[in-house]
């Protein structure tokens, strides 16, 4: 069954992708509400797929590289979606359901393993932890999206060009606002998961801080993130500079999400 | 569907043809009622505006018909040469062309301009002066109908007439992709140039209330603050009152840059960071155009602003590819409709005919009949009825069948040329 839901997710988000990517290049409202029903349904989908698949094994199952990018993509739809009814702003999609269709794909390439939960991640602490980073990566991916959609942009209006995306893509200011929100609320979610990970490291592995390369990689991620939302309050790191350091941010969260799971090793390791 | 548009745009004829052709709104309704009264037109419209002189008819016969409108064109030169003067200017649509050509003058595909909107509004107009003096009548109602839903279809789904096509609403355009939502925003006026002034109202229609004004003479300034309901402030000032505006117009006739680079790195900076909109429509320019490196600050000069013009019309043309295939499938209906709409008479007519045929020859039988009863005429009547019944009956199946079918109009001009149904030797 759980298979099942998760090949319509990711059909569902196919479609989207196309039909998002349609959008951009015609810009017919119809396709725009095509993705926007596509990717809504998926989502349902998945979401049913993320249920059927817990009450299955009897835990969240985020421990390989499948469930992780699966639990990932979900997300990333998850706030998208809630972004896109608040601000109405289909090119969005465009840009993101791309993402969000990479990772649920890659997910699907990755065979979910079969293996338990090891005791150590038997926790509630492990799903509080999962939860966190999860939702905080999510943000910081649509982040992302709109810091690429920015420069675009910006490129477009400093260059004066008025084509097809300047046609298409939303306000400089816009965009800087909702990156701006999106930053906020990916920075609480990270700062909580780094917090409940390191204080479940002190049940499980006796210590809060371990330099365990998940922990350094996050605590950078932090850091730069910190950074942006510091020096926008003090000296006005706005417009292309926040979005470049979004960009920077994105490649960090990546980084510590993947890259230390894939090629650093410790105690992250996907199963 | 024997319409025909007869007339000249600013496609085919220069101004000097078409002002002496153009209605003056006076004397069009005595216009209207001559047209009407022309022989061979059945229903009639005029559409006068500065870049279309267009005559709008539904006539007996296509060929004389347009003649007749040709005619009636020729005779407002009040001189003989008309059909040499006028005559190589004019258009003349019929049939299928003249749906297609007023569907695509109500979408603004054949004006001076792609997409603008005015043209809509006067055909609309001339539509309803029609109706007000009744020279239309079912055809050319249900075409005007049509010609300003098709024209709704085309603004709705294509984007002919979304980008602007001006430099002041260029300028609009490019606030409001930088700034979203202008209500906040506060637009400063560096000298006073006519174009500059058209901007600032632009921006003010799209929201924006707040206006700094600073010309060289304060005087000229507080002035043009008080129509803009802003504030004026002094030449010194300037580079001060530059910190609050979101968007610039310098338009001074000085020779030099007035807004220096230094300058709006300090400014900029003052900001916080937050973008200013630069424009520059002076010339020679009074900014500089190194500004534009600076982070946060967007300018555009004139020829910045005539080339998003330029780029913007360009869209719209390729836009009204889209709007070609919209309408010609909007022409397949009306001409279905038309042509089913021709069916009828002539199967109305074909019964007449046989009918007419049928009472003639029992009149010319009967007296040879006599000692027939009342009851036996009767039953020679219906016999005859049943046969010219049972006769009829497939044709008209057939026609009707084929009414809104490819070929109805040949068969239509069949059963007419066969049957001679119009009456001819």
């Known amino acids: 069954m759980e298979s099942l839901f998760f090949k319509l997710a990711l059909i569902g988000y196919a479609i989207g992708t196309l039909k998002g990517l349609l959008y951009l290049a015609k810009s017919r409202a119809f396709f725009g509400s095509v993705y926007l029903i596509a990717s809504s349904v998926g989502f349902a989908f998945h979401t049913l797929a993320l249920i059927a698949m817990t009450v299955n094994k009897g835990y969240l199952p985020v421990t390989d590289l499948h469930g992780a990018m699966s639990l990932f993509s979900w997300a990333i739809v998850m706030i998208f979606l809630i972004v896109e009814y608040r601000y109405r702003i289909l090119v969005l999609g465009s840009f993101i359901l791309p993402l969000a269709f990479i990772a649920i794909f890659s997910a699907a390439m990755a065979p979910p393993k079969t293996a338990g939960l090891p005791p150590a991640l038997d926790s509630a602490w492990f799903l509080v932890h999962i939860g966190f980073a999860m939702l905080g990566a999510a943000a910081f991916t649509l982040s992302f999206a709109v810091s690429v959609m920015y420069l675009i942009q910006e490129w477009n209006v400093k260059h004066h060009k008025a084509g097809l995306m300047f046609q298409r893509l939303p306000s400089l200011e816009i965009m800087d606002e909702m990156n701006y929100r999106l930053i906020s609320l990916g920075f609480i979610p990270l700062t909580l998961g780094i917090l409940s990970g390191s204080i479940w490291a002190e049940y499980v592995w006796g210590a809060f801080w371990s330099w365990d390369p998940k922990q350094t990689w996050s605590l950078i991620t932090w850091f730069v993130y910190a950074a942006l939302l510091h020096g926008r309050l003090t000296i006005g790191w706005r417009g292309r500079k926040a979005a470049i350091i979004a960009i920077i941010g994105f490649m960090a969260v990546i980084f510590t999400f993947l890259g230390v799971n894939l090629l650093l090793g410790g105690k992250h390791t996907f199963q | ?425």
């Not at chain 2, 909007?330 to 279905?336: A, M, R």
């Open chain 2, 1 to 425: 569907m024997n319409i025909v548009v007869v007339g000249v745009s600013h496609k085919t004829a220069p101004v000097e043809i078409r002002e002496c052709l153009a209605f003056p709104e006076k004397s069009l309704p005595e216009c209207l009622a001559s047209l009407a009264k022309a022989p061979g037109v059945n229903e009639c419209l005029i559409l006068s505006t500065c870049n279309r002189v267009e005559l709008y008819c539904l006539v007996q016969d296509l060929d004389k018909g347009a003649q007749a409108v040709k005619e009636f064109l020729y005779q407002r030169f009040h001189v003989s040469d008309g059909p040499e003067k006028v005559g190589p200017h004019l258009y003349c649509y019929t049939g299928t062309d003249a749906v297609r050509h007023t569907f695509r003058v109500a979408s603004s595909l054949d004006s001076m301009m792609v997409g603008e909107p005015q043209i809509l509004g006067q055909l609309k107009e001339a539509y309803d002066f029609g109706l007000q003096h009744k020279t239309t009548g079912l055809i050319l109602n249900r075409l005007m109908k049509k010609a300003i839903m098709v024209a709704k279809r085309v603004r709705t789904e294509t984007k002919i007439s979304q980008s602007a096509v001006s430099i002041s609403y260029a300028a609009v355009e490019l606030a409001r992709k930088i700034f979203g939502n202008l209500e906040q925003k506060t637009v400063m006026l560096l000298g006073a140039g006519e174009m500059a002034e058209l901007a600032a109202r632009h921006l003010m229609n799209n929201g924006i209330h707040h206006v700094i004004v600073a010309t060289r003479t304060y005087e000229n300034a507080v002035k043009l603050a008080e129509e803009f309901k802003g504030e004026a402030v002094r030449w010194d000032d300037f580079p001060r009152a530059m910190v609050n505006a979101d968007i610039l117009i310098a338009s001074t006739g000085a020779p030099h840059y007035i807004v220096k680079n230094d300058e709006m790195k300090h400014v900029i900076k003052e900001r916080k960071y937050r973008p200013i909109f630069c424009i520059d429509i002076s010339v020679p320019r009074n900014i500089d155009p190194a500004i534009n490196e600076i982070d946060n600050v967007y300018l555009y000069d004139i020829d910045d602003l005539q080339s998003v013009v330029e780029a913007n019309i360009k869209e719209r043309h390729k836009e009204a590819e889209e709007a070609e295939n919209i309408i010609a499938g909007e022409v397949n209906t009306f001409l279905e409709w038309g042509s089913s709409l021709e069916m009828v008479p002539t199967i109305v007519a074909l019964r007449e005919k046989i009918d007419g045929i049928r009472r003639t020859e029992l009149e010319k039988a009967l007296p040879r009949l006599d000692g027939l009863d009342e009851k036996q005429i009767k039953a020679v009547e219906s016999l005859t009825n049943g046969i010219i019944n049972k006769v009829l009956h497939d044709p008209m199946t057939t026609l009707k069948k084929e009414a809104n079918g490819e070929n109805a109009a040949m068969y239509v001009e069949a059963v007419r040329k066969m049957f001679n149904l119009d009456g001819k030797e």
